[in-house]
């Protein structure tokens, strides 16, 4: 059960960090090279749009196994680092529930309406969310492999 634990954790993390990098560093910069915000930013919503309810499943994944694994330590005797991480889980959870909640039906909207502005200045707003939480998720990977000893 440990190991089933650690895997779905893991495949969370991976899901989750990977995907904010690929979207921040990769996607995002090529199609604003390339695609006027008319062609932009509908590709970006619709991408969005199936990467956040990817994102949901991982969290669930994340938060569901790590907290198994607490309880079954016990959180009294789990290492700091799995509170530190705990923490930090908690806080780009809630980054995400704004991104998904209010940031991106704002997106789906000024596309919807064709105004532009507005949905630039969502999308900014998510892409400004998802830069900390993607700084936090790799400050809580680099817990995750070094404790507090870095």
């Known amino acids: 059960m440990r190991a089933t634990l650690l895997f779905l954790h893991l495949a969370g993390v991976i899901v989750w960090v990977g995907g904010m ?11 604003a090279e390339q695609l006027p915000l008319p062609q932009r930013l509908p ?12 994102v949901a499943v ?16 016990g959180f009294a005797a789990a290492p700091l680092s ?3 991480m705990l923490s930090s889980g908690l806080v780009m959870t809630a980054i995400f529930a704004i991104i998904s909640l209010r940031d ?10 064709q105004d532009w502005p507005a949905a630039g200045a969502a999308m900014n707003a998510i892409r400004q969310r998802v830069a900390i939480n993607l700084a936090l998720g790799v400050a809580t990977v680099a817990i995750a492999c070094f404790g507090l000893g870095f």
């Open 43 to 54: 590709l970006l919503a619709g991408v969005l749009g199936r990467f956040f309810k990817v």
């Open 104 to 113: 991106y039906p704002r997106l789906r909207a000024g596309v919807a309406a």
């Open 21 to 31: 990098f690929f979207a921040h560093f990769c996607l995002r910069p090529v199609a």
């Open 58 to 73: 991982a969290i669930a994944l994340i938060l569901l196994s790590g907290i198994a694994r607490l309880l079954n330590v």
């Open 82 to 84: 799995w509170h530190l």
